[in-house]
């Protein structure tokens, strides 16, 4: 088992940055972000695997978002630049059971551990 705690979600204005970080209670393998806005379905955002160092993007965040990991910390990390309205939702950070989900990576059930999410809201 592990818990995961999501923070970084915030209010802010179309253009502006900001960095979700999600704590792990111990190291896992490969994580990704989701997020759900209100009345749509949860949508994968970024996967990172940190044994390959492999990255994969939504292609409505691609070049503007960024996903890393601190190994050290059992931190995940997401930067999110240049943010649009269109970015508003709770954002969640997942961690699989078993090995790295590689072929369905942004699919939200090929995890099994989440948090309980950060709010990100953006404005026009």
């Known amino acids: 088992q592990v818990q995961l705690v999501e923070s970084g979600g915030d209010s802010v204005q179309a253009g502006g940055s900001l960095r979700l970080s999600c704590a792990a209670s111990?190291?896992?393998?490969?994580m990704a972000w989701f997020r759900q806005a209100p009345g749509k379905e949860r949508e994968g955002v970024a996967f990172?695997?940190?044994?390959?160092?492999?990255?994969i993007y939504a292609d409505s965040v691609k070049g503007r978002f960024t996903i890393s990991k601190d190994n050290a910390k059992v931190t995940l990390y997401l930067q999110m630049n240049s943010l649009k309205p269109e970015d508003t939702a709770m954002y969640y950070c997942?961690?699989?059971?078993?090995?790295?989900?590689?072929?369905?990576?942004?699919?939200?059930?090929?995890?099994?551990?989440w948090g309980r999410g950060t709010q990100v809201t953006v404005s026009s």
């Open positions: 997942a961690a699989p059971s078993g090995g790295c989900p590689r072929l369905r990576p942004l699919v939200w059930n090929s995890y099994d551990h």
């Open positions: 990172i695997d940190p044994f390959t160092s492999q990255t």
């Open positions: 111990r190291v896992t393998v490969c």
